[in-house]
């Protein structure tokens, strides 16, 4: 098993990566209400049916306010209060909204986090983002508070759809693309061994995909500056993920490739950078490209909440391994796309 500790201001997480979850439940201490995702709930019903347990409602349409209060009246009448320990245990979905409840009721309560796919080990149980949506707005409500532990259970992966597993790898490719290029290297020399959930490629992609984003989250807790690097192929992204119905991941690979041509054609990426990317993408069996309508992305970008005036604060690399931010004019970015798409 692996530790990593994230430090931040507003306080501190042991993150654990290995398996854990059998044993690991019963050592807690308060006896923890547990937070869990349906899905995950009906897997793995028999390692928590000692405990009390509330269930979270699968799908994104879900991540609301109301499944918000819906939770905490549970709590209420279960009375849990201050001297509880509530851990969330689910993926992202799962994690944001256990984390924004015990950032809330009674104004706060001790919180863990039990990690079951992917994309929420190497991100969303990690660096302390909780929330949920509002009117279709993605985590418009949230807070920033760290769980006292997160524990990434290797094992739990092993029930999760093919699909949600490979949208993951995206952003473990991320990690290798903005701040580690030795990564990228043994991403591609191990990447069939990871499709297949070998034990020891998946604990050193896990336990290396952590260790980028703890150190960009320490530096940069409250996202000023270094941790929007996090956001590397998530603009163009998030403009595919208002189009097109797919999964989170899958925009996001697509959106690295292309910020990686964008970064081309602005004379910072080699060409072989950008082919290593596509390489990699295409290797895990994420999409490389996507049927876009350049107007239609274009228009999304001009919705994102991180756009400032006419300016798209967009991340591109230098070379691979070295994120950097560049604030890009609108009209200049819908030239570009018509080139890129
Ligand atoms: N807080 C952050 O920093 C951050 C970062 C990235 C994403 N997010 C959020 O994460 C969410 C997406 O998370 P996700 O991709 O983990 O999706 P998810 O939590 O919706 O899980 C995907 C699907 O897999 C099922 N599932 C989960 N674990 C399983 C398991 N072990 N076995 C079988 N089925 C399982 C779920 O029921 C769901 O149907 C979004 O809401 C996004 O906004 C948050």
Not at 92 to 100: M, P
Not at 107 to 112: A, C, I, K, T
Not at 116 to 124: F, K, N, P
Request: charged share 20%; aromatic share 6%; hydrophobic share 40%.
């Amino acid at each position: 098993m692996h530790l990593i500790q994230l430090t931040t201001p507003s306080g501190d997480t042991e993150i654990s990566v290995g398996e854990l979850l059998s044993s690991g439940l019963h050592g807690l201490e308060p006896e923890p209400v547990l937070l869990v995702d349906e899905q995950v709930q009906s897997f793995y019903s028999e390692l928590f049916s000692p405990f009390r347990c509330i269930t979270i409602p699968s799908g994104e349409q879900h991540k609301t306010l109301q499944t918000v209060e819906g939770i905490c009246r549970e709590l209420v009448q279960m009375e849990v209060d201050r001297s509880s320990l509530l851990v969330g245990v689910g993926g992202g979905l799962a994690t944001d909204i256990a984390g924004f409840v015990a950032s809330t009721y009674l104004r706060e309560v001790r919180f863990g986090f039990i990690s079951s796919t992917l994309l929420g080990q190497v991100d969303a149980s990690i660096g302390g983002k909780n929330g949920v949506n509002l009117d279709g707005y993605k985590n418009m409500i949230g807070t920033i508070r760290q769980p006292s532990f997160v524990w990434c259970d290797l094992s739990l992966l092993n029930t999760l759809p093919h699909k949600e597993y490979v949208a993951g790898i995206a952003e473990v490719i991320k990690y290798g693309v903005i701040r580690d290029r030795d990564f990228l290297h043994y991403l591609k020399d191990h990447m069939s061994a990871l499709l297949t959930l070998d034990g020891d490629v998946l604990e050193k992609v896990v336990t290396t995909s952590v260790s980028v984003k703890v150190n960009i989250v320490q530096q940069d807790e409250k996202e000023s500056d270094l941790r929007k690097l996090l956001n590397f192929g998530h603009t163009i992204g998030h403009a595919i993920e208002r189009d097109k119905k797919v999964l989170h991941g899958e925009a996001v690979a697509t959106g690295m490739v292309l910020a990686a041509r964008l970064s081309n054609t602005l004379g910072l990426l080699s060409a072989s950078g950008v082919e290593m990317i596509e390489e990699l993408v295409g290797l895990a069996g994420l999409p490389v490209r996507m049927d876009m309508d350049p107007d239609v992305l274009y228009q999304n970008i001009r919705k994102d909440k991180k756009k400032s005036g006419d300016l798209v604060h967009f991340v591109l690399l230098e070379e691979l391994g070295h994120a950097m931010i560049r604030p890009i004019p609108l009209t200049e970015l819908n030239h570009m796309l018509h080139d890129l798409c």
